[in-house]
């Protein structure tokens, strides 16, 4: 799930928003916590993983 989904308990509006107090806490510790793929979607996650395993068998595959 992506940060944009999430819905406040508080407010009931998008966390994204940061319409409370809440929602602006939380949307800080998402920032700090993100690390550097925190931010990418899961299918650029995805996509990244592929990209991997590909370069992995083309080594595998020019050094045997």
């Known amino acids: 799930m992506t940060y944009d989904r999430l ?3 508080n ?3 998008p966390v994204s928003e940061g319409r409370c107090r809440v ?3 939380h949307l800080a510790r998402m920032q ?3 690390g550097p793929l925190g931010g ?3 299918a650029a996650l995805l996509a990244l ?3 991997l395993v590909a370069a992995v068998a083309l080594l595998v ?3 045997a």
């Open 7 to 9: 819905v406040c308990a």
């Open 11 to 13: 407010c009931a509006a």
């Open 23 to 25: 929602c602006r806490a």
């Open 32 to 34: 700090q916590e993100g």
């Open 40 to 42: 990418l979607s899961p």
């Open 49 to 51: 993983v592929a990209l």
């Open 61 to 63: 595959h020019q050094t």
